[in-house]
Each structure stands twice: as structure tokens, then as C-alpha cells.
């Protein structure tokens, strides 16, 4: 069963990886939410870019809590539960 998966962070080094992971080796979908600061880098995420699985919302989470449930939203929107994993 192909999941939906909303990954923050992903245009970093170790998000990008698990992207680039998941669409190349999944049929899952994934949606990445990064505000892309400093640490982000989009050449990492060119292989995948183009994949009608992948999709980026560049607008990242902020201190204002309606703005970044709407980013999410955006991104993607809810149609199942949702699964949460937080690491650091």
C-alpha cells in the first residue's frame, strides 16, 4: 500500500537522502515541507524533482502556528490518519 508521507527538513542532507530513498525504491508519495535556510540544498533533490510522487512546499514552519498548519495543509492535505515520528 503506497503512503502518503509529509517529510520536514528534506531538502537538507539527511532528508534528502530519505527522499530521494522513498522515491526511488516506494511507490509512496512524498511531500517535503523545508524552509530552506542555509542548510538546504536543492541540487541534492534534482534526481527526484521532476517525479509526479514528489512535491515541495518551500515555505518551512514558522512561531506562527496558524501559518504553519495551513503550510501543512497545503502540502498535504489530510485524507487518512496521520502517522507521527519526531527525531532530532
Do not use: C, Q
Not at 530513498?21 to 535556510?37: F, G
Amino acid at each position: 500500500m503506497a503512503l502518503r508521507i509529509l517529510l520536514t527538513g528534506g531538502a537538507g542532507f539527511i532528508g534528502s537522502a530519505v527522499i530521494r530513498h522513498l522515491i526511488e525504491n516506494t511507490d509512496h508519495k512524498v511531500a517535503n515541507l523545508d524552509k530552506l535556510t542555509y542548510a538546504g540544498n536543492l541540487d541534492s533533490l534534482a534526481m527526484v524533482a521532476d517525479s509526479p510522487r514528489y512535491s515541495l512546499n518551500g515555505s518551512g514552519f514558522s512561531r506562527d502556528r496558524p501559518a504553519s498548519e495551513n503550510n501543512v495543509a497545503r502540502t498535504l492535505p489530510v485524507t487518512a490518519s496521520w502517522r507521527n515520528h519526531v527525531a532530532a
